[in-house]
């Protein structure tokens, strides 16, 4: 057996192995104690987590080698929609802030929130959903990502071609990093503890959305 044959088996271990994580994530939910809401920061207050760049590659191909070359496994779905036509790269390159904020600290309590709430609820805090080109970027940006940490990229789904709604989750499960595909339906019930990654906005833009 080949190496590139045995590198691809391990890949495809790490992904089911990932995505056995995320399920019991997203379905744990109604299973934690009674613990209290915690208060919301709005994006003006909340440090910026992370700075990365994107418009740093052309399409999809050079995306798909550079997480080669890296030895990131991809799920299916990720590296289906990452080649939908419809997927968006950055013309040119551009920083953006991230910022890391569990389902609790938006304020949910221990049922959880549905994925719908969650986004409307830190957008009304000010931050911002990622374009879809931050997953990619960020994954080969974060190479030490710690061990069992699992980052919910908070964007507007993109479709598989068979219409299921998808996102982007970045793992590392102790087997290696990875970008996977996950069900984005909006009522999907995430578990307080589950992290998602969104864009803070410069002052100048939280002052203007306030206004609205």
């Given at each position: 057996m080949s190496a590139k044959i045995v590198q691809a088996l391990v890949a495809q271990v790490l992904?089911?192995?990932?995505?056995?994580?995320?399920?019991?994530?997203?379905?744990?939910?109604p299973a934690?104690?009674?613990?209290?809401?915690?208060e919301v920061k709005t994006a003006s207050e909340l440090p910026i987590w992370k700075t990365i760049t994107v418009g740093l590659h052309r399409g999809v191909n050079a995306v798909r080698n550079a997480l080669d070359e890296?030895?990131?496994?991809?799920?299916d779905s990720a590296d289906?929609?990452?080649?939908?036509?419809?997927?968006?790269?950055?013309?040119?390159?551009?920083?953006l802030n991230l910022v890391v904020l569990s389902v609790a600290e938006l304020g949910f309590g221990a049922q959880g929130g549905t994925l719908g709430d969650i986004h409307a609820r830190a957008?009304?805090?000010?931050?911002?959903?990622?374009?879809?080109?931050?997953?990619?970027?960020?994954?080969l940006q974060y190479r030490n990502q710690p061990v069992g940490e699992f980052l919910h990229v908070a964007m507007k789904p993109r479709s598989t071609y068979r219409g299921d709604p998808v996102d982007f989750t970045l793992a590392n499960n102790g087997a290696g990093l990875s970008l996977l595909g996950g069900s984005a339906h909006p009522?999907?019930?995430?578990?307080?503890?589950v992290a998602f990654v969104f864009v803070r906005p410069s002052s100048l833009q939280v002052y203007l959305n306030t206004d609205d």
């Open positions: 992904v089911a192995q990932a995505l056995v994580v995320l399920a019991v994530m997203a379905f744990a939910a934690f104690g009674q613990a209290p809401a915690l890296a030895k990131i496994a991809v799920g289906e929609i990452l080649g939908r036509p419809a997927f968006t790269f950055a013309g040119e390159r551009q920083q957008i009304r805090a000010g931050f911002e959903l990622c374009p879809e080109e931050v997953a990619p970027q960020l994954r009522d999907l019930v995430m578990a307080r503890n």
